[in-house]
């Protein structure tokens, strides 16, 4: 079973920057789309970014565009989310994923982001 880990969570000021990353566990595989959801404490999970490999596109909820940015490598099966100008509202546990040909959606566990008013 691929599995992927987050990491670069944090607690930070608002306005501040953290840095999300995102990779396999153990052997790598084959994706179509790598991207990032979140989900705040009493809300449901939301999308917030990805990127398709092919083409190269990358998409952003209303909420963060042009104060996220995302990037990976597809041969490595990593993705990177650069979140600036960080506000409260973007507290949330934060959810790697990856679209896996003929298998399926697979998550990570999850990284927390606090950001303090």
């Known amino acids: 079973q691929v599995q992927l880990v987050e990491s670069g969570g944090g607690l930070v000021q608002a306005g501040g920057s953290l840095r999300l990353s995102c990779a396999p566990s153990?052997?790598?595989?084959?994706?179509?789309?790598m991207g990032w959801f979140r989900q705040a404490p009493g809300k449901e999970r939301e999308f917030v970014a990805r990127?398709?490999?092919?083409?190269?596109?990358?998409y952003f909820a209303d909420s963060v565009r042009g104060r996220f940015t995302i990037s990976g490598d597809n041969a490595k099966n990593t993705v990177s989310m650069q979140m600036n100008s960080l506000k409260p509202d973007d507290t949330a546990v934060y959810y790697c994923?990856?679209?896996?040909?003929?298998?399926?959606?697979?998550w990570g566990q999850g990284t927390q982001v606090t950001v303090a008013s």
């Open positions: 153990g052997r790598t595989f084959s994706t179509t789309n």
């Open positions: 990127i398709r490999w092919d083409p190269s596109v990358t």
């Open positions: 994923y990856g679209d896996v040909p003929g298998s399926g959606r697979t």
